[in-house]
């Protein structure tokens, strides 16, 4: 039997909450996690129209990208669209679980990565790394060092920078983690040597994690012009259409995104060369910004993250075989172009 909290600790190994942004809602949103798992659906927003076709597919589990609910509700009365997804969940005994800005942050199976293949990009990193590693200084009887670095391993929590002599049968320890494994860590010291954590010293690292953070940058095969590279755009999202700043007179190579709100990354985008930046919802004085150096293609945020849904429904997939994963049928998009 699978159930619901199985699947989300695979999805949470993938995409931890700890990288959510501060203001993000990702996590179980409706539903107990206890139960046992007969379907799920994924789509990007979870909609009435999704919430129904779980019904009609059997299908107690949703995992959306978007959170139905990013603050706390103080009624539940039916009045907006939110709560009457919330009921209708409820009623239907359908668990929501929103994979969010935790997805969007990271480079492996994350929403930029998605993008980043639609567009053939190569040589893809994270645009803006966040600073995710940390450090923690312990003292420790010298003879738990070899248990140390065996329980490390075998808790995937973090690794042995240094080690220095401190006192006869001591040794200070400084370790470098994860910041989403932190607990692992505590748990590991809190069965080996729980008196260490007293005196632990924890610090966050100077130096980004390669793996996590916004945005992700790359380079084209070869290089386009400018109107045949927002020609490639447009067909490889499926946009209806892109909003743009002027064609450049060079070509395009090196290429930023970001799917869904990105224009925060336009500066990051510019400072390390990019000739054009995808990503969606720019304001109109934020196009000036682009101040002929960079090519801006805004193409939607729907549009930009919808391959989202195939994204999830893989991850699912490839490790739960006993029950089914579908991709929702319905475009929840609320902008519709003429």
């Known amino acids: 039997m699978t159930t619901i909290q199985d699947v989300i ?15 993000d809602n990702a996590g179980l949103i409706t539903g107990d996690p206890a139960d046992e798992v007969h379907g799920a659906l994924t789509c990007l927003d979870a909609t009435e129209q999704v919430i129904r076709e779980a019904v009609r597919r059997g299908c107690n589990l949703i995992v959306a ?99 220095l002599p401190a006192g006869e049968n001591t040794i200070v320890c400084e370790l470098r983690f994860d910041r989403a494994r932190q607990n692992a860590l505590r748990q590991l010291l809190q069965a080996l040597a729980p ?67 990105g224009s925060f990354l336009l500066a990051p985008a510019m400072a390390q060369g990019a000739d054009a930046y995808v990503s969606a919802d720019f304001k109109y004085h934020e196009f000036f910004d682009a101040d002929g150096k960079i090519l801006i293609a805004d193409i939607g945020h729907y549009e930009s993250e919808q391959f989202t849904v195939q994204l999830l429904q893989k991850i699912i997939s490839r490790k739960f075989t006993n029950f089914a994963a579908y991709c929702t049928e319905a475009s929840t998009n609320p902008v519709y172009y003429l």
């Open 9 to 23: 600790r695979h999805l949470e190994a993938i995409a931890p909450p700890a990288y959510q942004e501060d203001y």
């Open 195 to 261: 008196e260490s954590l007293d005196a632990a010293v924890w610090q966050t690292a100077t130096n980004p994690h390669p793996g996590i953070g916004a945005g992700l940058i790359g380079e084209l095969p070869e290089p386009l012009p400018g109107a045949q590279f927002l020609q490639l755009v447009k067909s490889s999202m499926h946009a209806s259409c892109v909003r743009h700043t002027a064609l450049p007179e060079k070509s395009v190579k090196k290429v930023a995104l970001c799917g869904g709100s």
């Open 65 to 163: 990208h978007h959170p139905i609910v990013f603050k706390g509700l103080k009624k539940l009365t039916g009045t907006t669209y939110v709560e009457r997804v919330v009921i209708e969940a409820i009623r239907q005994k359908i668990a929501i679980y929103a994979i969010h800005t935790n997805l969007d942050n990271m480079y492996l199976d994350g929403v930029n990565g998605e993008i980043a293949a639609r567009l053939g990009l190569i040589h893809t990193r994270i645009l803006m790394p966040r600073p995710e590693w940390q450090t923690a200084r312990l003292t420790l009887p010298s003879s738990l060092e070899p248990t140390l670095r065996v329980q490390l391993l075998s808790y995937d929590a973090g690794e042995l920078l240094h080690i």
